[in-house]
């Protein structure tokens, strides 16, 4: 099956020559694109998966995780979305498994933050990986992701002189 990925405009557009739903597999997740309703509203999103109904997004101005059924967008990513393969999102941990509810609130809330900050590591990967930014923007988000990588150990260290300070 030929298959032909292009970028316009900081979007991810996939087109393929005959096929079923579902079939791309070289597609890896998460999928960075600026998704239209079928009221025109627009929304830059990281898809996470999908199943036959429902895609699961990442909005990106807020990094607010929810599920979309796919009858809600434009006809063009509709089509797009059944293009994707078939794959659930990977699951939420909980705040209790992620942040241990019986430690100092000051732990907690740097625990949030470094997870946070992975997260958006994460995210700013995989536009680069995308190849969807131009030079510049590629090379601002790669020093971006070295600024996080270098706040996560500072704020692991203070995490740590804390524990070590008050004796946890």
């Given at each position: 099956?030929?298959?032909l990925l292009l970028t316009i405009s900081s979007c991810q557009k996939l087109e393929e020559s005959g096929g079923s739903d579902?079939?791309?597999e070289s597609v890896s997740y998460p999928v960075s694109r600026l998704i239209t309703d079928a009221n025109g509203r627009e929304l830059q999103v990281e898809i996470l998966g999908r199943s036959d109904d429902q895609i699961t997004i990442v909005r990106q101005s807020d990094s607010s995780r929810f599920d979309l059924p796919i009858s809600k967008?434009?006809?063009?990513?509709?089509?797009f979305v059944k293009r994707l393969p078939l794959k659930s999102a990977p699951k939420v941990a909980s705040a209790n498994s992620t942040v241990n509810s019986t430690a100092p609130r000051y732990i907690q809330v740097r625990i949030e933050d470094i997870a946070q900050m992975k997260r958006d590591i994460g995210f700013k990967?995989?536009?680069?990986?995308s190849?969807?930014?131009d030079?510049?923007?590629?090379?601002t988000?790669?020093?971006q992701i070295k600024d996080?990588?270098?706040?996560?150990k500072r704020i692991t260290l203070d995490i740590e002189t804390y524990k070590r300070n008050n004796k946890l």
């Open positions: 099956m030929a298959l579902g079939d791309n967008l434009s006809a063009a990513d509709q089509s990967k995989a536009e680069i990986k190849k969807t930014l030079p510049i923007l590629t090379n988000r790669r020093t996080l990588e270098k706040e996560i």
